[in-house]
């Protein structure tokens, strides 16, 4: 098949500098033991265990999930004199002989290069006062990589403060699946908290580089934050507080994840149950907490969008609200200016003093903020009211920040006519009632084909942020379902946004979800990095994302309806062009069977010749990445273009000239 595509020098629109962003949620293990650094598993023996379903949940404390000894020690969780009172629990740990030890399962194990070192650090009361103790891997019952520490010396009858140690412990060779131990070199007792483990490498000594880099390679423009129903908590009690996650590491209160309920009664073939899942076990330390993703939207140069709790938990897990007219509605008011000053004020300011403490004197220049996450109008839960009060508080003090409303769980249902009709009726005689409007949508492959246009008749004075959106082919939503990231699904969302970016006056943000899956801890499929504690790699549809990020222009040029044309035959398109350096970026999705010919022309109907083409796909619409075959799907270029140019079938390109 041949086909010719006339590129016209009209602009249509102009494209918002950094529209391909990031939707970060701590889901599928995302934050601590993915994105965060952290390899040692319930760190601060203050995990609980999560249980009930909608308006009735509860949680029991855990604290020694992770952790065991071996048959010459004694572990217990004791409380009573701890290093911080926001986690109360720590252990205390009886060795009956020299060398007995407790280990930390750290998730499915550590792995660490040979040569490659990672930082052992923890709290220690030397009650049974001894001279040191022994750090070391169990790989498969052989103990590896010993490290003593030096433990400081104390009177035998002073008072046995808490004191922190750190340790380099360096890999002598490969270490794959190893549990992190701690070994006592007599009997006696000693007692521990926060036992943590991070790489050397890890960035700022935060994030876990591999996958930084990842983030890194899409050049997002913005970053969204931390989620997603986490903020919501399935009560107001376990809901994200943003405040808590700006204290020192030790003193941010362990909490149980809002996802730690998602398939609590799921009942796998191998006959797991309720009570031996992992997922029930789902905590989060905030290791990651707004100032930490601050920092990383700062590292990776993009902008930040953090999103604010209105009151309400998970409108899809709980009944729980505080009413408006409670007192303590005006906390979630206040939670919003003092993010804001957290963010932005000098470090005079009794908020930037709290940045400066933490390390950036200088403000993080937040320009935007999510009011709720994706949620929707009720009689009970009356958003709408709730949206202007925080509209109204926010601009009295801050009339700049820009802010994105919820066009609730889907963009099919009354929900969204409701909201927008909302939106729009309070934004008649306004322009900064609300910026851009956040909507989600996780669909069927041909849906998003069927839609390209969706957003060709929308109204152009209120933005649209498109910040959550999926192919889901068939068989989509299954636990640790790596396969459901499939090139037939990218090929549909790369196909999607090309109407995302030809109505880029109307779409300003758009960011696909969820990021991350850890591998035999994903509840949620499909993902757009999938990794587990050797490897990481980035799906189709990560590609499509960093395509569309590093090969976008400034304008939007006019297609004059071919477009349309293109469509019955699997083809779309379309073109931008940079008005800085004059370079043009053609996408084309190619969702045939075969492969098509394509010939550029210009105005005049003088050929195109290109400079480089780069490419995804060629390969049968079932394939995906792996562990196993990380690169089976992935980018490649060509600079060798013809006028001719050859669009192989199954396959996303976008054309440089």
Same mark, same amino acid.
């Given at each position: 098949m041949k086909k010719e595509i006339t590129i016209y020098n009209d602009v249509k629109a102009n494209v918002t500098p950094g529209m391909t962003g990031l939707y970060f949620e701590?889901? &599928? *293990? /995302? !934050?601590d033991g993915v994105l965060y650094g952290e390899m040692i598993e319930n760190r601060e023996f203050e995990f609980l265990k999560v249980s009930g379903k909608k308006g009735d949940y509860y949680a029991e404390h855990d604290g020694l999930y992770g952790w065991n000894c071996c048959e010459l020690g004694e572990m217990k969780i004791v409380t009573g004199? =701890?290093?911080? %009172? %926001? &986690? =109360?629990?720590y252990l205390r740990f009886t060795a009956k002989e020299a060398g007995a030890g407790f280990t930390n399962k750290a998730?499915? @194990?550590? $792995?660490?290069?040979?040569? /490659?070192s990672a930082i052992l650090s923890f709290y220690g009361r030397n009650v049974g006062r001894f001279d040191k103790v022994t750090a070391a891997f169990l790989c498969d019952g052989q103990v590896k990589c010993e490290t003593e520490i030096v433990l400081q010396k104390q009177e035998p009858k002073a008072l046995c403060p808490w004191i922190k140690y750190s340790v380099k412990m360096t890999a002598t060779e490969d270490i794959k699946k190893a549990l992190p131990m701690i070994m006592l070199p007599a009997a006696g007792v000693m007692e521990f908290d926060f036992v943590s483990l991070i790489p050397e490498d890890a960035v700022e000594g935060i994030f876990r580089k591999d996958l930084f880099e990842l983030l890194k390679g899409i050049q997002p423009g913005f970053i969204r934050f931390p989620g997603g129903c986490i903020i919501e908590g399935n009560t107001l009690y376990n809901r994200y507080r943003f405040k808590d996650t700006l204290k020192p590491l030790e003193n941010r209160k362990a909490n $149980? &994840?809002?996802? !730690?309920v998602h398939g609590n009664d799921w009942d796998p073939a191998d006959g797991s149950s309720h009570e031996t899942s992992i997922y029930n076990r789902y905590n989060q330390t905030y290791g990651i907490g707004y100032y930490e993703y601050f920092l990383l939207c700062e590292k990776l140069g993009a902008k930040p969008l953090p999103v604010l709790n209105v009151g309400l938990a998970c409108q899809y897990q709980s009944y729980e609200l505080v009413e408006i007219e409670d007192p303590r509605f005006n906390e979630y008011v206040q939670d919003a200016l003092d993010l804001i000053a957290f963010a932005n004020e000098p470090a005079t300011g009794k908020w930037g003093q709290v940045r400066a403490s933490l390390g950036h004197p200088e403000p993080f220049n937040l320009e935007m903020v999510g009011i709720g996450n994706e949620q929707w109008e009720t009689d009970k839960v009356r958003f709408f009211e709730r949206y202007k009060i925080f509209e109204k508080?926010?601009?009295?003090t801050y009339p700049a920040i820009k802010l994105i409303g919820s066009a609730g769980p889907d963009i099919t249902s009354e929900k969204y006519t409701m909201a927008w009709d909302f939106l729009r009726s309070n934004s008649k005689d306004r322009d900064d009632f609300v910026y851009a409007v956040d909507e989600h949508y996780y669909v069927r492959p041909q849906w998003l084909l069927d839609h390209v246009n969706f957003y060709d008749n929308y109204d152009r004075k209120i933005k649209v942020f498109a910040g959550e959106y999926a192919a889901h082919p068939e068989g989509s939503g299954t636990f640790n379902n790596y396969k459901a990231n499939t090139l037939e699904g990218a090929l549909a969302e790369a196909a999607f946004l090309t109407g995302v970016e030809r109505n880029a006056d109307v779409v300003v943000l758009a960011s696909y979800a969820p990021l991350f899956a850890?591998? &035999? *801890?994903?509840?949620?499929? =499909?993902d757009m990095i999938w990794f587990d504690a050797e490897n990481a790699y980035g799906t189709p549809s990560y590609y499509v994302q960093l395509m569309y990020s590093r090969y976008t222009g400034s304008e939007v040029l006019d297609t004059k309806g071919q477009h349309e044309a293109l469509y019955s035959d699997g083809i779309y398109y379309n073109p931008t062009r940079d008005a800085k350096t004059g370079k043009y970026y053609v996408k084309v999705v190619n969702t045939r +069977? %075969?492969?098509v010919t394509l010939c550029?022309?210009? +105005? !005049? @109907?003088n050929a195109k010749k290109a400079s480089e083409i780069v490419i995804l796909g060629g390969k049968e619409k079932t394939a995906f990445n792996s562990i196993e075959n990380m690169d089976n799907v992935k980018v490649s270029s060509c600079t060798e273009v013809g006028e001719e140019i050859k669009l192989a079938p199954n396959s996303f390109n976008v054309i440089v000239f």
């Open positions: 701590d889901i &599928n *293990y /995302a !934050a004199s =701890p290093v911080a %009172e %926001e &986690n =109360p629990h998730y499915d @194990g550590v $792995f660490l290069k040979k040569g /490659a $149980f &994840n809002r996802w !730690a508080t926010i601009h009295e850890r591998i &035999n *801890y994903t509840q949620w499929s =499909p +069977e %075969e492969e550029l022309k210009d +105005e !005049a @109907g």
